[in-house]
């Protein structure tokens, strides 16, 4: 069966450091993945999405960067965290032309001070 | 542009009741659209995917309507109980470029004994 695996769960982190989320899918090969942010109060915004190995596309200008090293490797970056990175991040996966939706992973708490 | 709304934002309501969570979308191309649960600082659970060619589903107490050309879902809770509090997610796949899934900004529900 398919799983995602997301880490770590929770980070706090001070204003100027670098980050580095990680997420890792099982059980299926080729998958679309993606990383969302949901910010306090705020609804679920889709941050980077790829296709394939090295293939990344950003939704919204920000500070943040996205890697995928390996086909079911998808990596979250930012070289200096800002107060405003804080936030909720979401890993997903889908399978490419199929129906099945979305599965998210259980998510990142991260809290830049 | 292609927008998810829901309503109510909040809903509390006594154990044992029926409830309807709306969602409505501004573009009936869709590919899909699923239905999730979060509970507070988790992550996302899949409750209910329905094809852009069915118009409901369901699964134990819950059945999730889809009307395409009105751009409306909705999500019918039967015999509420307290373990149903949790934010319900609307998030819709529009048809075209990879399937990107927008979501709605979610209604807070408490169920309360």
């Known amino acids: 069966s398919q799983t995602i695996h997301q880490w770590p769960a929770t980070l706090v982190q001070p204003v100027g450091s670098p980050l580095s989320l990680e997420c890792t899918v099982e059980?299926?090969?080729?998958?679309?993945l993606y990383w969302y942010r949901q910010a306090a109060g705020r609804g679920l915004q889709l941050l980077f999405y790829?296709?394939?190995?090295?293939?990344i596309s950003s939704e919204v200008p920000q500070n943040l960067s996205a890697s995928r090293p390996q086909d079911r490797q998808f990596i979250l970056s930012s070289k200096k965290l800002l107060l405003s990175d804080s936030g909720f991040y979401l890993c997903?996966?889908?399978?490419?032309?199929?129906?099945?939706?979305?599965?998210f992973g259980s998510g990142t708490r991260l809290t830049v001070v | 542009k292609q927008e998810v709304t829901q309503i109510p934002a909040a809903l509390s309501v006594p154990e044992g009741e029926n409830l309807v969570l709306n969602c409505s979308f501004t573009?009936?191309?869709?590919?899909?659209l699923q239905w999730f649960r979060q509970d507070p600082g988790k992550g996302l659970t899949s409750l209910l995917l329905?094809?852009?060619?069915?118009r409901e589903q369901t699964s134990g107490r819950l059945n999730a309507s889809l009307d395409k050309s009105s751009g409306r879902s909705t999500l019918y809770i039967a015999a509420s109980q307290p373990g149903d509090s949790a934010t319900y997610l609307c998030?819709?796949?529009?048809?075209?470029?990879?399937?990107?899934?927008?979501f709605g900004a979610g209604t807070r529900l408490a169920v309360h004994p």
């Open positions: 997903a996966w889908s399978v490419p032309g199929s129906n099945y939706g979305y599965t």
């Open positions: 059980g299926t090969s080729n998958p679309n």
């Open positions: 790829s296709v394939g190995i090295g293939q």
């Open positions: 573009d009936s191309a869709i590919y899909n």
């Open positions: 329905i094809q852009s060619s069915q």
């Open positions: 998030a819709v796949t529009f048809s075209g470029g990879y399937n990107k899934l927008i």
